[in-house]
């Protein structure tokens, strides 16, 4: 039985992937991606310009969806089906790939001057010496909330955790609006817009973060496990039954302005903005004491490659260029505010929610997120584990040192770093 | 000495045989073969070597799999528990009402019941996932309405029920399949042994449990192995309900998810279809143990009755 399943999902695959397939004069490239939500930016402004600039080159977006797209698209690979662009997550899911020969080596291609180490750095081998994805956008964690909520109730924007926690009791003491909308039942809103969004502030960004990878540091230190401390301390100001809130439901309950504070990853603003009625702003993390150094989670998140077995690898290449340019970027960067560009040259947008995430670049220390490079690698996998833990933690399932020593184990179980 | 009279070859009989013989062996055979084949290779360096038994030697030996293993065995041991427990016996009981004489709109009643059989896995766990919703179900509202909004909690959220609530979405999707079987085989009993009985003063109650009830044992062993076999190879309704990681703390956790996990990977982590395979595999041997015990130990001592 489980081996039909499989069957059917290869069979499946296969099918969808070369129904995709169009045979005309022109050269049609593929795009793979799990950004469904981007099929109208992609079909309306992005392709149309380079179509434009391209003559004889047709583009069709093909997305499938996100929690599908890493199994689906190495299945495509396997079988040959896959389009001749893939999206990259960031770092070994890519470079898995590209070990398999799936992706081709674009370290030469023109363009790629474009990008700064640390862009590239999510897409290239360990030693840094081959590229395999034109770095597209990062996005930035912090805190979105409900303008109108704080105007209303007197709250100041905080900056510290004291300030954090005193405007939270006031919400709650209010009671108009839920504190903060944040579920546990997809366990990775947890992870990601908690821990991975407030911990840069404890672990001191990428200091600690390479301290981790190094092996110098391990979870189970104070800077490790004060952001899970935090976390539990979030339980009272969720909503009712966070236990059984979806994301989904957390973005509706804070666009229907029933939640005041929302922990966001600022891929959510294009949403936001089309669905929200009342004005909204943003802060990063708290620090912990005025006047500390803040670090925001900056996280290099898509890319795009060259599928290796692409018979249109001339004209795919013709398009990575384009991606790389100062051109593709503006269009990118205006089309989906919260999807910041990494291109060198700086990107004019228009957005307010937007332009509030981006300036804290210039104010805040940048890092990613710390369970990706390298210790995303093995079995037991750090991030889904922190996915879980995070979510046990908020439910009081476990203890922040609890939680933090499960993780470290598992690390420990198959990582030796390089002494 | 004489030859024997050879009989000519009934090449007829192959002919007949062969479309059957061979869209099973293409989608059946060779791809359980080729499970059980790679359960004992590794990718080491892109390249598969042969490695005997060491994947199951880190399934069982390595506590990172063996605890998430027997976590999975032992929810999936639930799941079915509960389906034995709760879905059979509604099973019998709707099927005994729906077959008695004096029911009206029974065929109403029938195709009610047996409606939710037919729906996607994907459309009830996201149906269920809304009515169970803490924000927007009506779950709360309804049982407010009776006075017990108390009771409610978020279900599929919690460790200690979500298991539970999903077992039992699970039967209500599936309760007409044992409810259509039975009826079929309460239909079946032939009216000169009801009459029989009514003869020896057996009616009623008594009439079901002497009768009529040992008489469709043999359908009852059969649900009893489907439920099995479909039980220890869910994957779906908790895939759609929970996610890939069986949420919360893999409280959900079954098999099939588990095996997902494993062949595909999830998010940052990296599919293993070796190690996927063991687990596959296993769940082949498990599945292969239960219906061998069912058909040596229970179906033998089954009594046919022929009419």
Redesign the interface.
Known sequence: ???????ALLLGTSILGSAGMAYAQDVTLNIESWRGDDLAIWKDKLIPAFEAKNPGIKVVFAPSAP?EY??AM??KLAAGSAGDLITCRP???SL?LF??GNLADISTLPGMENFSDVAKAAWQTDDGKASFCVPMASVIHGFIYNKDAFDQLGIKVPTTNEEFYAALDKIKADGTYIPMAM??????EAATMGYQNIGPNYWKGEEGRTALIKGEQKLTDPQWVAPFAELAKWKPYL????????YP?SQ??FTLGRAAIYPAGSWEIGLFNTQAQFKMGAFPPPVQKAGDTCYISDHTDIGMGLNAASKNADAAKTFLSWVASPDFATIYANALPGFFSLNNTPVKMEDPLAQEFVSWRDKCKSTIRS??QIL??G??????ET??ES??VI?G?DTPEAAAKKLQD?LD?WYKPAK | MAAAPKRPFRWHIGVFLAPAVLVYTA??IL??A??LQLSLFRNID?VQVFVGLENFRRLFGDP??SVSFWNALRNNVWFFIIHMIVQNPIGVLLAALLSSPRLRFSAFYRTAIFVPTILSFVIVGFAW?LI?????GVAPNLMDLVGLKSLF???????QYALTTLSLISVWQFVGIPMMLIYAALLSIPEEVIEAAECDGITGMAQFWKIKLPLILPSIGIISILTF?GNF?A?DLIYTA????A????STDIL?TF?YRA??????????PNMGAAI?TM??LI?LGGVCVYLFLVQTRLRRYQF
Do not use: C, H
Not at chain 1, 1 to 7: A, D, H, I, V
Not at chain 2, 132 to 136: D, G, H, I, N, V
Not at chain 2, 263 to 272: A, C, K, M, V
């Open positions: 039985m489980t081996t039909k399943l499989l069957t929690t890493d199994a190495g299945a770092f070994d899911k898995e070990k398999k579920g546990t039942k997809d366990l990775w909503g009712d039954g966070f236990e059984a809130q979806t439901d509706n309950l369970t990706y995303g690698r079995t037991p996998n750090l991030e889904n996915w879980v979510a046990n439910n399932t598992g179980s | 989608i059946m791809p359980l080729g499970t892109q990172n799999w996932k169970l919703s803490p924000l927007w909690t978020p279900w599929l959220g919690k460790e076999v190879n994957f929970q996610g890939a990681l949420g919360p703390n893999y099939g095996l062949f595909f990977g999830f998010q940052l982590q990296i599919g293993d596959a769940m082949f599945i």
